[in-house]
């Protein structure tokens, strides 16, 4: 994919993904002239981007210290001034405030708020991003805790941990645009497919899935209301996924989280 945007509209706030690295995916919001970007994992795909379209970087938010998402954080920081966002409980190569849940940040040039969520899991820290673009539609960046069809590994948070973390997700507006930062989205349907191989939306969207990355565009973003049609790790408490786990782990899961531990460790083995 040619890192290229559209042109700005006139006092709107548009977002699109930059593809980065191998498979990440760089949040780009932006109006007029000013930008904010998410997990930028390396700088050269935002700074051609900028110089292209003559925007200043505004903000660089952070939602977890794995390097694919901070590589990039202190050379756009230094080029442009940007204030840096990102988790209070962790490490980051740079950060100028600290953000925990509750907490919100306003970016004026792209009239965006964010509100911060706490979705410890993937790693210990991990922190989201909720708001609503352009006053109305709402979206969240959510690093690597929720994927579509998927979620992220279990480096340094419990399963009950990951759990609730999805469960806020999962409680977001049915409509919000889920912003993660990989391009998982066909590997992880194919997984699910042997989870519910009768889930007929599932199957609609393995089929479009298919057919955007064979144009070279991206699945992103989806939204939480798809997400729990398809996504087992949304949908742990549903007797179908339920029924699937147990059969695979060849135990009782005797419950939603144990369920959920089950299906993790059944991707996590996955080929």
Known sequence: MAHTIPAPTPGQT?????????????????RGKHAAVVDPGEAGPIEQLLDQHGLTLDAILLTHHHGDHVGGARALAARSGATVYGPAREQLPVCDRRLAQGDTIFLE????????????GHTAGHIAYFGRMNQGKPLVFCGDTLFSGGCGRLFEGTPAQMYD???KLRAL???????????????????????????????????????????GLPTLPTTIGAEQDYNPFLRSQQESVAKAARIHSGTRLDSAIAVFTGLRAWKDHFK
């Open 14 to 30: 548009q977002l699109v993904p930059v593809p980065a690295l191998s498979d990440n995916y760089i949040w780009m919001a932006y």
């Open 109 to 120: 040039n792209l009239d965006l708020r964010l509100e911060v969520l706490d979705i410890p």
């Open 165 to 167: 973390s999805l469960g």
């Open 173 to 215: 507006p049915l409509d919000t645009l889920v912003c993660c930062a990989h391009e998982y989205t066909l590997a992880n349907l194919r997984w699910a497919l042997q989870v519910e191989p009768g889930n007929v939306a599932l199957q609609l969207w393995w089929e479009a899935a298919q057919g955007l990355r064979a144009q």
